[in-house]
């Protein structure tokens, strides 16, 4: 599904966030159902395989996994317009998915996080122009509001520690607690 598909702005192998999500949720979960939901996390949202391909293939428990972890692009809009919308769409959302769902993105958000962090050691503020919101501190507003409703993870699993206030600071995000 990510075949030639890259992180922005690099040519590294879209396929290794995929993984990497599906690492970071198996330090927080044994079932085999939520690790392969986590490495396809993205096939819907990014590709042009929908829920029902992703159930054919993989069955009901993962795909209604992903579909929970799916956000509504508006392709029909400009995604630098609806950005803001999106974000706080996604973040209603996940008041109201299942533990398996937050764990997953935990895993997707601190895989992004960390993707930040290697491109900004390395471009600086250049690195925003990637994305369709620009505005580092509104960024840094979306991580921040994630972490905290991702809070019940807080000391569990090994890669919590990556998603502190500090961290996130470090990125170039500008963080009022």
């Known amino acids: 599904a ?10 590294i ?4 966030h995929c993984m990497e999500t599906g ?4 330090s927080l979960t044994d079932k085999p159902y939520v690790i392969a939901a986590a490495i396809l996390h993205d096939v ?8 029902q391909d992703i159930e054919k293939q993989f069955g009901k428990e993962i795909a209604e996994l992903v579909n929970f972890e799916t956000e509504n692009k508006q392709k029909e809009k400009d995604p630098a317009e609806t950005w803001k919308s999106r974000k706080i769409e996604f973040l209603n959302h996940l008041k109201n998915v299942p533990k398996e769902a937050k764990m997953i993105t935990l895993g997707d958000k601190l895989s992004n996080m960390r993707a930040i962090k290697r491109d900004y050691d390395k471009i600086g503020d250049l690195l925003w122009e990637r994305f369709n919101q620009k505005d580092k501190d509104e ?12 809070k019940e993870f807080s ?3 090994i890669f919590w520690k990556d998603v ?3 961290k996130m600071q470090k990125i170039g995000f500008q963080i009022r607690e």
């Open 13 to 16: 192998p879209y396929i290794t």
């Open 139 to 150: 960024q840094g507003w979306y991580y921040k509001r994630i972490r905290d409703e991702l």
């Open 155 to 157: 000391g569990k699993g």
């Open 2 to 11: 990510h075949k030639r598909s890259y992180r922005k702005g690099t040519k």
């Open 164 to 166: 502190k206030a500090e």
């Open 44 to 51: 819907v949202e990014d590709t042009k395989y929908t829920i």
């Open 23 to 26: 690492h970071i949720v198996s």
